[in-house]
């Protein structure tokens, strides 16, 4: 909560992605952040009640991870790239195989509250 100058209540002022029961646990959905430059696509993950998020974006060749909208290929809690076979840690993002072995997917910072995944 923060509160602003001049109101009488504090105004949550964090982004609602989505809710923490909307993401199949094991599994990934794909959410849009609109934003004064447009906006961007993340990958939400969730393993029992940790949910991490992901720019939907590739290391390799900067594509997208889903083989169709908000459809991503996930194996033994990994998250396989659609377009050439990476291989993601589905919680830390961190590449163990493909194209760009080393290499990690880009991480955003989420809360979760009142069972909901916020942007900060």
């Known amino acids: 909560?923060?509160?602003?100058e001049g109101l009488d209540?504090?105004?949550?002022?964090r982004k609602s992605l989505a809710g923490i029961d909307d993401i199949p646990d094991g599994g990934a959905i794909a959410v849009h952040v609109d934003s004064s430059t447009g906006g961007?696509?993340?990958?939400l993950t969730r393993s029992g009640e940790s949910v991490s998020?992901?720019?939907?974006?590739?290391?390799h060749a900067a594509r997208r991870l889903d083989y169709a909208p908000?459809?991503?290929l996930i194996d033994n809690s990994m998250l396989i790239c659609a377009a050439h076979?990476?291989?993601?840690?589905?919680?830390?993002g961190h590449c163990y195989g493909g194209p760009c072995r080393g290499s990690g997917l880009r991480s955003v910072r989420?809360?979760?509250?009142d069972g909901k995944v916020c942007l900060p």
């Open 85 to 92: 076979g990476a291989v993601f840690g589905l919680e830390s």
């Open 9 to 13: 209540t504090p105004m949550d002022v």
């Open 40 to 43: 961007f696509d993340l990958i």
């Open 70 to 72: 908000g459809k991503f």
């Open 53 to 59: 998020a992901f720019h939907n974006e590739c290391p």
């Open 110 to 113: 989420v809360e979760i509250i």
């Open 1 to 4: 909560m923060r509160v602003v």
